[in-house]
């Protein structure tokens, strides 16, 4: 697991945005423009509005971070200025619906020929259902094709934007074609071992001897999103919490140590900082249930019990550590 990517943020920044075309954009990036286009598109027509200014922009942007749990802070505002200055062609300070349009056209024509070929579509849908958690059902790229052939070899911004509104519909529809051709990714279980260990390979692999509540609350983010469960600000907050409860000396960082202690007392039942022959055997029995697991005959009286019986009648942090 590289460790870099740990502390990456499921949700882009607003400033990756910015790019010119989509080329050179991730993935992540792109589901963003597009689902963001569709929430501008959306807002004008609950508004009765033709065009948005910076104030209405910004609301909208605030609202998607809100919505996938994540904060949006004044430290973004520059980037969130620069991506609304490059959206408003004119320079008139408002955006119209044309003008989002051909913004957002650049994520969809990968290659920049101002043409949206059947292989760019394809990899739009596959990377936007990705944002969403969505696994595509069989046969989408089928009817995606059908639908393309009765077009041409290739649409560009003009005529995909008078085909959406000859149909009534705009850039926000793509999100429907995918939630109706599709079915959520499953929730991957929360292993709170494979967590812990995440975290102390973070510290290992990128060379920090403690970690911050910033860094601790991103590495668990990120697990928890790669299993698809929802992260909001409420998660974050508990998160924070539990930070603090391992910190046991009160300072900004968590050592290996700390972190250790902690692990020790799920299975310190009876609080003595020592395991007994019972919570040790409760502690591999309990582990294996939540890995779906049934431990071999013998396990505990040939293995284990022996290695335990060797050291003395109970095992504190500092033996194991």
Do not use: C
């Amino acid at each position: 697991m590289a460790a870099r990517s740990m502390f990456s943020s499921e949700v882009p920044d607003v400033s990756t945005l910015l790019q010119s075309n989509g080329t050179n954009t991730d993935d992540r990036s792109r589901g963003m423009a597009l689902d963001i286009g569709g929430k501008l598109f959306e807002a004008m027509k609950h508004s009765n509005k033709t065009a948005l200014d910076f104030i209405d922009f910004k609301t909208v942007v605030e609202q998607w971070y809100h919505d996938h749990g994540k904060t949006f802070d004044s430290t973004q505002d520059a980037g969130l200025t620069d991506v609304f200055n490059q959206i408003d062609k004119d320079g008139d300070k408002k955006i119209t619906k044309d003008e989002i349009f051909q913004f957002l056209f650049h994520y969809l024509d990968t290659n920049g020929d101002g043409v949206w070929e059947l292989e760019e579509i394809n990899q739009f849908i596959h990377d936007y259902s990705r944002l969403l958690h969505r696994n595509m059902s069989a046969g989408w790229e089928a009817e995606i094709k059908k639908k393309f052939d009765e077009v041409n070899n290739g649409v560009s911004a003009k005529e995909l934007e008078t085909a959406l509104s000859n149909s009534n519909s705009t850039i926000a529809s793509f999100k429907d074609f995918i939630l109706d051709n599709s079915k959520p990714l499953p929730k991957g279980k929360i292993d709170a071992f494979e967590l812990m260990e995440d975290i102390l390979e973070a510290m290992g692999s990128d060379d920090h001897d403690s970690l911050t509540k910033e860094m601790f609350v991103m590495i668990v983010e990120k697990y928890v999103r790669e299993r698809h469960h929802n992260w909001n600000d409420t998660f974050k907050e508990e998160v924070e919490q539990w930070f603090d409860h391992i910190n046991a000396d009160g300072d900004a960082s968590l050592t290996r140590k700390e972190i250790f202690t902690h692990i020790f007392t799920w299975f310190d039942r009876n609080g003595d900082m020592s395991l007994n022959t019972t919570e040790i055997k409760q502690m591999f029995e309990g582990y294996a249930q939540a890995l779906g697991r049934t431990l071999k005959q013998g396990w505990w009286e040939n293995h284990v019990l022996p290695t335990i019986k060797a050291i003395e009648s109970g095992v504190s942090p500092d033996e194991l550590w």
